[in-house]
């Protein structure tokens, strides 16, 4: 339970993967959940499983953040005290094709949240960044301090996001906004019942690797072996989905003493290659994970590493799951 007095917290795209893991690890420290999403990539019965594991309602409406006369009746409505803004595109490749669909959902959607929270006189505000602020980072790992520059329109709509929530909160002092910059969220809740289930080809590595554990795909193409790293491929700071989500919930409750505007990598603060998040997989799977080298893909970096110092010592935050911890999880939260 809380320590904190119990908020009532908008989850915006609280259907998503992130979000329903976020709605469980809310209501864990006895907070009270309201989601909205347009199931643009999610289902409606997304949460049905959350509020069965939790045995608590959620408020679940329908709906377009960018709709924001919606927005501020829910907030009013349901006695919102908190918004954690999720809602947004976020597929790295797509972003590129479709410059436009991208702006306009996550700029608009940010605008419209802030915009329905100041008219209900709501001023807490969590964002869900992104590591690719950081763009090619000159050295890992990488602080909050880092310099800044996404390299696609995905996260230069986080990096835009940023400079706006940045703006509103110097421009009233009830404003308490914090922005989350994730590193890479893999697993799932233990319960194995809350799945990572993207529309469509996966993009990102774990749920690929899933789809290849499952037998829905023949083997893992990995993108470039031929990197200044461990083995040649890809390294990212892969964090557990509930370590993550547990991050909002310290997020939320040190906003008691906060003003104005934070920034936090929410990381582990170690990198894994590749071919070690495939080996981690065989390991809790006992299968063979076929896979094959393929060129490098278009955008990548080498290496991006959290430095999550600021958030264990200011939030007193800390990860506690394992990558072998969170290949088991995403490995039973598969149908098999
Ligand atoms: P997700 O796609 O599973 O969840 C996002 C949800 O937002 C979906 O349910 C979608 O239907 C909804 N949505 C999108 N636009 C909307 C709109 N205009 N109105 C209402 N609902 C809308 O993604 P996720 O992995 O859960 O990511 C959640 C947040 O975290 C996103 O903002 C994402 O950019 C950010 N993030 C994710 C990762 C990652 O690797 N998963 C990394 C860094 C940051
Ligand atoms: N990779 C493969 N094969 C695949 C998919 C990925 O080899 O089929 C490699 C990539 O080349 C990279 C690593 O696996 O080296 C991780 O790739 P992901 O696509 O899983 O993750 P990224 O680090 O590229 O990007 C993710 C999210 C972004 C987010 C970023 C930082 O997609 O939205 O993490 O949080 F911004």
């Known amino acids: 339970m809380t320590t904190s007095a119990p908020e009532t917290v908008l989850v915006t795209g609280g259907a998503g993967y992130i979000g329903s893991h976020t709605a469980i690890a809310l209501i864990n420290a006895g907070h009270n959940v309201v989601v909205i999403d347009n ?7 997304a949460l049905d499983v959350v509020q069965e594991l939790t045995g608590t309602d959620i408020v679940v409406i329908e709906g377009d953040v960018r709709d924001r006369a919606l927005v501020e009746k829910v907030i009013v409505e349901h006695g919102v005290t908190a918004v954690i803004h999720m809602a947004a595109l976020k597929a790295v490749g797509e972003s ?15 605008i419209s949240v802030l915009d329905a929270m100041k008219a ?10 992104s590591a690719t602020v950081y763009g090619d980072p000159e050295s890992n790992p990488i602080p909050e301090t880092a310099s800044i520059g996404a390299t696609n329109p995905y996260g230069m709509t986080k990096e835009m996001i940023e400079v706006i929530i940045r703006d509103v909160a110097a421009s009233d002092d009830r404003w308490k906004i914090t922005s989350l ?14 799945a990572e289930a993207p529309v469509g080809r996966p993009n990102n590595l774990m749920p690929m690797v899933m789809e290849v554990a499952t037998g829905k ?26 370590d993550l ?12 003493d906060q003003d104005g505007y934070e920034v936090f990598n929410l990381g582990q603060g170690r990198g894994a290659s590749v071919l070690e998040l495939i080996a981690g997989v065989e390991k809790a799977t006992g299968l063979t994970i076929p ?21 264990n010592e200011v939030l ?21």
Not at 298 to 307: P, Y
Not at 317 to 331: E, K, L, N, P, Y
Request: glycine share 8%; charged share 20%; aromatic share 12%.
């Open 217 to 242: 795909r023949e083997k893992v193409m990995v993108f470039g072996d031929d990197y200044p790293t461990v083995d040649g491929t890809g390294v990212r700071d892969y964090i557990h989905v509930m």
């Open 96 to 110: 590129v094709e479709m410059p436009l669909e991208y702006y306009g959902n996550n700029l608009e959607s940010a």
């Open 291 to 311: 896979y094959e080298v393929a060129g490098r893909r278009a955008g990548d970096i080498a290496e991006c590493v959290a430095d999550p110092t600021r958030a």
């Open 316 to 336: 007193g935050w800390q990860t506690t799951r394992s990558i072998d911890q969170a290949c088991v999880d995403s490995w039973n939260s598969q149908a098999h």
């Open 120 to 129: 209900a006189n709501c001023w807490k505000f969590v964002f869900s960044s």
């Open 39 to 45: 199931y643009v990539n999610s289902k409606p019965d």
């Open 181 to 194: 910059r994730y590193f890479n969220p893999v697993g799932a809740h233990e319960s194995g019942q809350v």
């Open 245 to 256: 989500v547990e991050g909002h919930v310290a997020a939320l409750e040190h906003m008691s």
